[in-house]
Nanobody, 121 residues
Framework: QLQLVESGGGTAQPGGSQRLTCHTSEFTLGYYAVSWFRQGPGKERERISCITSTGQFKHYADSVKGRFTVSRDNVRGSVWLQMDSLKPEDTATYYC??????????????WGYGILVTVSS
């Protein structure tokens, strides 16, 4: 099982910002589309963003559109999720995953361990 690693989680205040990083040393992340998922307490996992391998196409769920921004640097082998205007309902464990494309339902080749983001005053 190929492995990704997320970093940058923690606690933020409502209205604040956080940036998550997705990285791996096991394979070339630049060959893959990268999706961000999250699962809040008592909620189902949802995909909130996806960026294609070249970075040309970016997708956002309605719940984060206009507040979250996904980006990547294939030279550095990293993908970032910039989260602004955070709300308490953004509290969740966030996962990055690598797959062939950003189509809904495409199988993922690798997953991260997950990282907790808590939005609370």
């Amino acid at each position: 099982q190929l492995q990704l690693v997320e970093s940058g989680g923690g606690t933020a205040q409502p209205g604040g910002s956080q940036r998550l990083t997705c990285h791996t040393s096991e394979f070339t992340l630049g060959y893959y589309a990268v999706s961000w998922f999250r699962q809040g307490p008592g909620k189902e996992r949802e995909r909130i963003s996806c960026i294609t391998s070249t970075g040309q196409f970016k997708h956002y769920a309605d719940s984060v559109k206009g507040r979250f921004t996904v980006s990547r640097d294939n030279v550095r082998g990293s993908v970032w999720l910039q989260m602004d205007s955070l709300k308490p309902e953004d509290t969740a464990t966030y996962y990055c995953a690598a797959g062939p494309d950003c189509f809904e339902g495409s199988p993922m080749n690798a997953w991260g361990y997950g990282i907790l983001v808590t939005v609370s005053s």
